[in-house]
């Protein structure tokens, strides 16, 4: 007679568990946390630059050169974060230095009072640089079609992406960055807007309405008109 194969049993599970201790070191872990010295200042308030929008410290990394931070990069932070310029290493703008006396001190004026700042040259000769400006104009498309553009924010620090976004916003139309015939950047919106846009700008960026002008015609013809009147 053959003889059957006896049944394997199951085996027997052990009556100890991998996770023994486990609940002593869940209330190590705990006492660790209450122990735990956290800053009472959290959270931590980040400072983000207003022209490339990420912290200053990583500003020389935003650029198109490595390593260096952009003039708009560095005249936010003079303007709003001096300290952690100077510890950044960032050189003062030259249109904020005004040597004492002679034509270094009226180009210091002039600068501060939105005119040309003087700039020194080898000699002791002085070139006057542009002034910083802002030019808005109203140009007619096809048919009733108007777009207006506005140039020169940037030379104030500011992001012309960011300052889209704000315009499509406010005036509920398109707004895009183009470029321009002479390689620069200025930025279009949808619509005759050019009167609402003047105060946006002004509230917005803190520009002064004297740095802004209404450009009025095209060529060699355009004239400017102060958009404070």
Same mark, same amino acid.
């Given at each position: 007679?053959? &003889?059957?194969?006896?049944?394997?049993?199951?085996? +027997? #599970?052990?009556?100890?568990?991998?996770?023994?201790?486990?609940?002593? #070191?869940? %209330?190590?872990?705990? !006492? %660790?946390?209450?122990?735990?010295?956290?800053? =009472?200042?959290?959270?931590?308030?980040?400072?983000?630059?207003?022209?490339?929008?990420?912290?200053?410290?990583?500003? =020389?990394?935003? %650029?198109?050169?490595?390593?260096?931070?952009?003039?708009?990069?560095?005249?936010?932070?003079?303007?709003?974060?001096?300290?952690?310029?100077?510890?950044?290493?960032?050189?003062?703008?030259?249109?904020?230095? &005004?040597?004492?006396?002679? !034509?270094?001190?009226?180009?210091?004026?002039?600068?501060?009072?939105?005119?040309?700042?003087?700039?020194?040259?080898?000699?002791?000769?002085?070139?006057?640089?542009?002034?910083?400006?802002?030019?808005?104009?109203?140009? +007619?498309?096809?048919?009733?079609?108007?777009?207006?553009?506005?140039?020169?924010?940037?030379?104030?620090?500011?992001?012309?992406?960011?300052?889209?976004?704000?315009?499509?916003?406010?005036?509920?139309?398109?707004?895009?960055?183009?470029?321009? =015939?002479?390689?620069?950047? !200025?930025?279009?919106? +949808?619509?005759?807007?050019?009167?609402?846009?003047? =105060?946006?700008?002004?509230? #917005?960026?803190?520009?002064?309405?004297?740095?802004?002008?209404?450009? #009025?015609?095209?060529?060699?013809?355009?004239?400017?008109?102060?958009? %404070?009147?």
């Amino acid at each position: 007679a053959k &003889t059957m194969p006896k049944k394997k049993g199951k085996k +027997q #599970e052990s009556s100890g568990s991998e996770d023994d201790g486990s609940d002593d #070191e869940v %209330g190590e872990a705990g !006492e %660790g946390v209450a122990n735990l010295n956290l800053d =009472p200042k959290y959270p931590l308030q980040v400072t983000y630059c207003g022209a490339c929008s990420s912290p200053p410290e990583f500003c =020389p990394w935003m %650029g198109t050169k490595a390593g260096k931070a952009t003039d708009e990069c560095k005249a936010w932070a003079f303007a709003n974060v001096p300290e952690l310029a100077a510890k950044l290493g960032y050189e003062p703008p030259e249109a904020a230095a &005004t040597p004492a006396g002679g !034509e270094g001190a009226a180009g210091g004026e002039a600068g501060a009072a939105g005119g040309e700042a003087a700039k020194p040259m080898p000699g002791g000769k002085t070139k006057k640089e542009a002034t910083k400006e802002v030019h808005v104009s109203s140009k +007619q498309r096809q048919k009733r079609k108007f777009v207006c553009t506005v140039r020169g924010l940037e030379l104030f620090g500011i992001k012309l992406a960011d300052a889209c976004k704000i315009f499509k916003k406010k005036f509920s139309t398109g707004a895009s960055v183009t470029e321009t =015939p002479d390689n620069k950047e !200025e930025i279009e919106i +949808q619509g005759d807007v050019k009167d609402d846009v003047v =105060p946006l700008i002004v509230k #917005e960026f803190a520009i002064p309405i004297a740095n802004i002008f209404y450009i #009025e015609g095209t060529g060699p013809k355009a004239t400017k008109v102060p958009a %404070g009147g």
